[in-house]
Structures are given as C-alpha cells and as structure tokens.
C-alpha cells in the first residue's frame, strides 16, 4: 500500500491486519460428518470456503470494487470461485508444493494404496486452482521443481521477503529465557526451532543426536522451541506426542537440566533467542521451506542444515553453514566440534545475514513481485 496500489482482504482467522487493509472476514464452522471418508471432509470444507469467500467478493463487487489482480492461496479452496466474480481479474496463486512420497516419508514401492489416495486429493486442488490462474509463487526452486511439467509454465521462483528490520538486530550475548534460565556469553547455546516437534522437521534425529553431544560438551545448553502437535507428519501409533515418545526413549540418556523446551512463544521472543544462539540445527526434510531458517540466517546465526536439495538453496557448506549426511551419533559430534570453533561460527552468521540481505531482503523481492505482476494488471 505504500507503493500507492489499493488492497483489500477475504479471510475467515481473527488474527489483527494492518490497519490500511479494508478486510472482509467470513466464518466456516465445521459440521459434524459421520460414514464418510476423511477425504470426503475436506473437499466438502474446500467448496464450502470456496463459496463463502466468493460471498466475501461479491460483496465487494456490489461496492463496484473490482481488483487488477486477485492473490491467494489455493490450499483450502477459497479462490475457487474468484474468477466466476471477477473474470477479468488476473489470479495469482501461491501454492507451497506439490506433494510427493517423499513428503509422507514413503518411496513409491511402501505407499499404500491410502496414501496414494491423500497424496492425489491434496494435489488435485493445487491443480484445479491452478488452472484458473495465470501465474504462481514459489518461494524456492526445490519447491518450484516439485510441482510435473504440466505446470512449469506458470510457475515463478520468488521469496515472499525478509523485513528491513530484521537484518539491524544486534547479536546478543546474554539472555534471560526465564526467572530461572539465563544463557550467559559462556554459554554455548544450540538451538532447535519447528512448529510442532515431528519427525519430518527431524526431531527424533536432533534429540538422539543430545544423547553423543551432551557426553561430548558439558557445557552446551539446547533449547527447543515447537508445539507437541502434527504439521506434515503422521501422528504417532499410540496417540502420544513425539516429544514424549523422544524422552521415553532417552530416560537416563540425556541431562534435562540442560535442556530447555518451550512452546510456541512471541515472534519478538524467537527474534531474540535466534541472535543469542550459537549454533541452529535444521534437519528439515526436503519439504516446504521454514521461515524460521530465513529469520535466524537474517540474524546472523550459523545453521547446520539436513544435506537435502532444500537446504542447499541457502546453506553453502564452509560459507554460511554446515550440511549433515550420517546417523544421530555423528551429528552430535558434528554439533560439537562446530561449538569449538567460535570464530568460524561468528564468520558463517556474518555471512549468512549477508548472503539473506542480498537475496531475500523485502525491498529487493517486494521490486521483482511488483515487476511480475505489472504485464498481468493489464490482461482483461
């Protein structure tokens, strides 16, 4: 908006938006379904947003508003029915992947015939939204790759942006978590950061790894930050969190008075542990990339990082980080050699924030999103 261009908003979350953006909110309640597939359910929910938010549009058009361009999120139906309000609006969709085996933690010989099934479902909206649109987000080339060649033609590569703000934080030396927590500069701090703490963003895998680190340096403090839910991952057989499947496993194992789990905390908290970290652990599976890799590379924290296709977008091994191939007990050792190495580690977040400033920068993709969507403003 402060480019000058008009924006108004459809969403169904409360969550406040900035305060220039006229916004129209819709409600859905989930209805009670019972002797239908689970598959069923969503489809149901995507028609039901589908229709809701194009309610939303047509209040707008009744307003004799209409857009140069329509963006959305194809991921729960709701710009399906855009186009049928606003036909000569372009429709630019950011879809996140297209799913594969992979993504389930499966190779195409152990799926079952269910898994075909979701995979299949998942990716038939992605594509029926795509059909409408005439061009799509992807923030990384290994996302942008996953989706068949069908679709490679609508497809631009371009992150959505890291604020100015975030490259003038200063690192910080001491930081008080809380009343009784407080990592002092020496300290050594290892930091794992996830939504939910599963086996896709390789938790099990971080905390085995604790087990060799911990015997190794008895010094280091860890602090996990994530939710004890499911993102992308299954939930576990018997109903119980990864979290306390993981700490079974290690009972005796591992000293817990060194580390430190939180749940999801305020973004301005996170901001602060990322600048007092020493050392990030990603061991993200190749999947859709995590914002909170670009905000801790932006702060200048050094990350090792799973040896994926993913990751290798961003991290490049001896400049703005570490890659790890190999099982949990040379991953601590990994971890731990790296802790006594300060001055390289302080040499790889300089870099890292360098290397995020030139490409992800806001003012930098915010330029090229514009130079994108300019020749579309123009299609009718």
């Not at 087990?211 to 839910?229: E, F, P, Y």
Request: proline residues 5%.
């Amino acid at each position: 908006m402060d480019r000058g261009h008009e924006v108004k908003a459809i969403c169904s979350h409360g969550k406040p938006i900035y305060d220039k953006i006229e916004t129209y909110r819709y409600e859905y309640k989930q209805k009670e379904c019972s002797g239908i597939h689970q598959l069923t359910k969503e489809v149901d929910e995507w028609i039901h947003r589908s229709e809701l938010a194009a309610e939303q549009a047509n209040l707008l058009k009744g307003k004799d508003w209409a857009p140069d361009i329509i963006l959305g999120h194809p991921g729960w139906g709701e710009t399906l029915l855009l186009k049928r309000i606003y036909p000569s609006s372009a429709l630019v969709l950011w879809p996140e992947l297209w799913l594969r085996p992979t993504q389930l933690g499966q190779t195409d010989a152990s799926m079952t015939l269910q898994q075909w099934h979701y995979l299949q479902n998942k990716n038939s909206l992605v594509e029926l939204s795509l059909s409408q649109a005439q061009t799509a987000m992807l923030p990384t080339q290994f996302q942008a790759d996953s989706f068949p060649k069908r679709l490679q033609n609508k497809i631009n590569v371009l992150h959505e942006g890291v604020e100015e703000t975030m490259f003038q934080n200063q690192r910080i030396n001491r930081l008080t978590l809380t009343p009784e927590l407080t990592l002092g500069e020496d300290t050594p701090v290892v930091t794992y950061i996830s939504r939910n703490l599963e086996p896709m963003r390789g938790f099990p895998t971080f905390m085995r790894s604790l087990v060799r680190l911990q015997a190794l340096n008895k010094r280091v403090h860890i602090v996990i930050v994530g939710g004890d839910g499911v993102s992308y991952s299954s939930a576990s057989d018997d109903g119980r969190s990864w979290k306390d499947i993981l700490l079974h496993e290690l009972e005796g194992q591992i000293d817990l008075t060194r580390i430190h789990f939180f749940p999801r905390i305020p973004h301005e908290q996170l901001i602060k542990l990322y600048l007092r970290s020493d050392l990030h652990v990603y061991l993200s599976s190749a999947f859709v990339l995590s914002w909170s890799l670009i905000e801790i590379m932006a702060c200048g924290t050094p990350v090792i990082g799973n040896n994926n296709a993913m990751i290798k977008e961003l991290i490049k091994p001896g400049i703005t980080g570490a890659l790890y191939q190999g099982d949990e007990k040379g991953l601590g050792e990994a971890i731990h050699k790296l802790l006594k190495q300060p001055k390289k580690l302080r040499a790889w977040g300089k870099n890292s924030k360098e290397y995020i400033q030139k490409h992800y920068a806001l003012s930098n993709t915010i330029d090229k999103l514009e130079e994108l969507l300019k020749p579309l403003a123009a299609i009718f």
